[in-house]
């Protein structure tokens, strides 16, 4: 992998883990999806206005679907997040689903583009399958847990992160064909992608307004937080996908689980850090691995 394509992965990696401990800690659920939809829209719109005026019209039923249909996979990502955070830990929920992801996508991408893994870059994936066992509970996950109750907090958030990571393989490999072979800006295409999922994002918030306005006093600061800086770290992903393969770039994001583990944890006050941050440290070691092979 390019120095350059590394270094953007791994800016986007911390940007990443930060705003989704924002996002844990609003507690939220689809009505916060649609706060931050609100948030990117009047945020990135003149940026993106400008960089698109004399682009867009050039664009096809082709830039279209790919962009409606990412749009709706990522809002059907984001949902099954915030439900992972509201039923289990941010360091069970994040790294299941980080770690499952491109696990997925990485696999696909040989196929879709015709990439290929070095052994060196099998060990890599390894590294993070196995870091993303420990930071899920590790041996206590294939023994009967003396706390039934944590035992089933665990056992949700893997559920709820698994599906979070087969939705995050969806719209890799759709996004990254998106801006590799039909070459559409990531900027404009992580914003035009939003703006096509708020209507259906919508809908929790129609249903009952009046809580709808008690929860946006309550959750505005998280929405602004993921709403400004959530696009700026994806974006960096698929300038990154750009330049370098997908099979590398997708578990190479994973490094964003070292930073949630380390700061998460910490300000969420959740417990085994200790062996989620070991778990952690082997994902970021299947994530040098990748990037040398």
């Known amino acids: 992998m390019p120095l350059t394509a590394l270094a953007l992965v791994l800016t986007g990696a911390l940007i990443h883990a930060l705003w989704n401990i924002a996002a844990k800690k609003a507690g939220g659920d689809a009505r916060f999806a649609f706060f931050c939809a609100v948030v990117m829209f009047f945020f990135w719109s003149p940026l993106c206005i400008w960089l698109g005026w004399h682009v867009i019209p050039t664009w096809t039923w082709k830039e279209w679907t790919a962009i409606a249909l990412s749009g709706f996979v990522h809002w059907l990502y984001f949902i099954c997040?915030?439900?992972?955070?509201?039923?289990?830990?941010?360091?069970?929920?994040?790294?299941?689903?980080?770690?499952?992801?491109?696990?997925?996508?990485?696999?696909?991408?040989?196929?879709?583009?015709?990439?290929?893994?070095?052994?060196?870059?099998?060990?890599?994936?390894?590294?993070?399958?196995?870091g993303v066992f420990l930071v899920a509970g590790g041996?206590?996950?294939?023994?009967?847990?003396?706390?039934?109750t944590k035992r089933q907090r665990i056992k949700t958030g893997i559920f709820w992160g698994a599906l979070t990571g087969a939705l995050i393989a969806c719209?890799?490999?759709?996004?990254?064909?998106?801006?590799?072979?039909?070459?559409?800006?990531?900027?404009?295409?992580?914003?035009?992608?939003?703006?096509?999922?708020?209507?259906?994002?919508?809908?929790?918030?129609?249903?009952?307004?009046?809580?709808?306005?008690?929860?946006?006093?309550?959750?505005?600061?998280?929405a602004a937080i993921v709403g400004i800086f959530s696009p700026i770290g994806y974006v960096l992903v698929l300038y990154a996908a750009k330049i370098a393969p997908v099979s590398h770039v997708a578990p190479a994001r994973e490094v964003s689980m070292l930073f949630a583990a380390l700061i998460g944890g910490q300000l969420l006050g959740e417990s085994d850090r200790?062996?989620?941050?070991?778990?952690?440290?082997?994902?970021?070691?299947?994530?040098?691995?990748?990037a040398l092979g």
Request: charged share 15%; proline share 6%; net charge positive.
């Open 139 to 148: 041996p206590s996950l294939l023994s009967a847990a003396h706390d039934p």
């Open 274 to 290: 200790g062996l989620r941050i070991l778990g952690a440290c082997c994902i970021a070691a299947g994530v040098m691995a990748l």
């Open 81 to 130: 997040l915030l439900t992972g955070y509201r039923k289990s830990d941010l360091t069970v929920v994040y790294p299941v689903a980080r770690g499952s992801g491109p696990m997925l996508s990485s696999g696909v991408a040989v196929v879709v583009f015709g990439e290929q893994l070095s052994a060196f870059g099998v060990l890599g994936i390894a590294g993070v399958v196995f």
């Open 171 to 222: 719209y890799t490999i759709l996004d990254a064909w998106t801006v590799k072979v039909l070459a559409v800006s990531p900027i404009l295409f992580d914003y035009w992608c939003n703006i096509l999922r708020m209507p259906y994002s919508a809908v929790p918030v129609l249903r009952d307004i009046p809580e709808a306005k008690r929860l946006w006093k309550l959750q505005w600061k998280h």
